[in-house]
């Protein structure tokens, strides 16, 4: 009971940790259409006799209308952005009314249960899909761009079994970007029959209509954007703080798009009481930019934050081992971009870095030979590992290096009576202890280990031994440090940069000796919707990470 009664006190903390995150991003508009039903007797016309001027001619005196001038417009412009010698300068106007006949068609097809219709839309594959142009973001933030020409933009959405490499993707679903494109017009006596073709999409779709190609219309920040609009990870952020073994259950690496054997990973990882949700708008802006989603993949990683992050780090490693080997190629582990925010920074660095025996000997006063048995894996991965990939580029955002004062106060405290850590980490060091006493622990760490581990709040605590350790570790690659700053965006020298701080995390803690670059962006511990910040990830994955 004492436990929930500093639940309200606690909140503080957590309001400070983490961004909130919004329940609901898009509204889905409807199109005002005005297409009236045509009820005479009509004919779809035999167009391949006509020249292209012809046809250009007849395609441009088509009203727009009702719904049988709109399939014979259709039908026309299908046929006439298949001619070899159509004018360039139509060729654009042509696309344009393709697109919007056929728009029409779709949204009146939708809009209209009547038996009696005359104009039938026939999928090949047919799904359930919601209209990309008509979701309109909330947040002008997260509104996704279009790519392409030809065609209408929709998102799939199919349920996740879990089944096999379905396990990497969101368990809200999977979203899929695609695109409408016509295959052919029929007229069967009074009825006409629009066939049509549903195309997934990566960055560069195409579809060949004739001899001429067209680049697919889509949009992958819709498909993100409706995988945003289910999203209920968030519900697990205080779970996987306090109860870190009831959230267990949604750890794990989660591809944002299609899963691709060639393209570099780009790894996401919040921080304390927190979820992938805070990455939308850095996410949202790297689907919009086509050259880099050429070159990238993005993962985002969830974990419950109640457990140190050493010991998520062991667990994230492992997941990022394990989808490696369902992606099965080997040459994707050479490179990677990790981004980590707060408490997720340690982590990618932990992820991005060869441990050697630095760890262990700061925590245990004997070599590992003569401490563990076979049954302590779980305790030698936390301490002694190698980096997941072979050079990993890591940004890392408002990440408390020499860890932050607001662990230390009340609230921290507060925060640290009300973890409940995962068995399978206590046991094993309650275990080991029991075995082998409590003497192979060295002094710094006894008050840390004694007690069967510590919580995520007591390692952020400036002065803990194994983040003193790690902060002189390198790293396998470059590294940038973002630092947030509720101030002043620019120090001189080492007295007014200790004045900077987010409100959480220092200038001194968050500002890593080892990175590349350094930039400091208005955040009061939130710089992962910076929009400072954002810019200069994606300038750097543009021009100097390769």
């Avoid at 760490?445 to 003193?468: I, K």
């Avoid at 940038?480 to 007295?495: H, R, T, V």
Wanted: hydrophobic share 40%.
């Amino acid at each position: 009971m004492v436990k929930y009664l500093h639940l309200s006190f606690f909140l503080l903390l957590t309001t400070v940790l983490v961004g909130c995150s919004s329940s609901r991003f898009f509204d889905q508009q409807s199109s005002e259409l005005t297409i009236k039903k045509e009820s005479g007797i009509s004919f779809l016309l035999n167009l391949t006799d006509l020249t292209t001027e012809e046809l250009q001619a007849h395609c441009l005196s088509l009203p727009k209308n009702t719904d049988i001038t709109l399939v014979s417009l259709l039908h026309c412009n299908n046929e006439l952005l298949r001619r070899e010698d159509l004018n360039p300068s139509l060729r654009d106007d042509m696309i344009a009314t393709y697109n919007e006949a056929l728009f029409s068609l779709i949204v009146t097809d939708q809009q209209q249960n009547d038996p009696t219709k005359r104009v039938i839309l026939k999928y090949a594959d047919p799904v359930s899909f919601t209209l990309s142009e008509q979701m309109l973001a909330l947040d002008t933030r997260i509104k996704p761009d279009f790519f392409g020409e030809l065609g209408i933009p929709i998102v799939i959405n199919r349920d996740n079994d879990q089944k096999e490499a379905n396990i990497y993707y969101p368990l809200e679903g999977i979203f899929q970007d695609a695109t409408i494109v016509v295959d052919q017009v029929k007229q069967h006596g009074t009825t006409f029959e629009i066939s049509l073709n549903i195309h997934a999409n990566d960055e560069t779709a195409s579809i060949n209509l004739g001899a001429n190609e067209y680049q697919l219309k889509h949009s992958p920040g819709s498909a993100y954007l409706a995988l945003l609009e289910e999203a209920n990870i968030d519900d697990f952020n205080w779970m996987g703080f306090v109860s870190p073994s009831q959230a267990e259950k949604r750890r794990g690496v989660f591809s944002i798009g299609a899963i691709s054997k060639q393209k570099i990973p780009l790894i996401m990882i919040h921080g304390l009481n927190s979820d992938p949700l805070i990455w939308r708008h850095l996410t949202m802006a790297l689907l919009n930019e086509p050259e880099l989603m050429s070159r990238y993949q993005i993962w985002h990683i969830y974990y419950p934050s109640g457990p140190p992050p050493f010991y998520t780090a062991r667990r994230t490693r492992d997941d990022l081992r394990s989808m490696l080997q369902e992606i099965d190629n080997p040459q994707l582990s050479d490179n990677a971009v990790i981004i980590g925010h707060s408490m997720g920074g340690i982590i990618a660095k932990l992820v991005a870095t060869k441990s050697n025996l630095r760890l262990w000997d700061a925590t245990f006063n004997i070599p590992p030979a003569e401490l563990l048995t076979p049954d302590n894996d779980t305790i030698k991965d936390i301490f002694i590992f190698d980096p997941v990939f072979k050079k990993s580029t890591v940004f890392f955002l408002d990440t408390p290096f020499k860890g932050s004062e607001v662990a230390n106060s009340a609230v921290g405290y507060i925060g640290d009576f009300l973890v409940s850590l995962p068995s399978e980490f206590t046991d094993s060091f309650k275990n080991l202890i029991e075995r082998v006493g409590p003497d192979v622990i060295t002094k710094k760490m006894q008050p840390f280990l004694l007690d069967n581990g510590p919580n995520s709040v007591e390692v952020l605590r400036p002065g803990h031994p194994l983040m003193d350790t790690l902060y002189d570790i390198p790293l396998a690659g470059d590294s940038y440090a973002i630092i947030g700053s509720n101030g002043e965006l620019k120090c001189e020298d080492s007295i007014t940069c200790s004045s900077i701080s987010d409100g959480v995390v220092s200038y001194d803690s968050a500002n890593y000796s080892g990175a590349k670059e350094r930039v400091i962006v208005p955040s009061s511990h939130n710089s992962f919707q910076s929009e400072e910040a954002i810019d200069f990830i994606l300038i750097k994955l543009e021009f100097e990470v390769h």
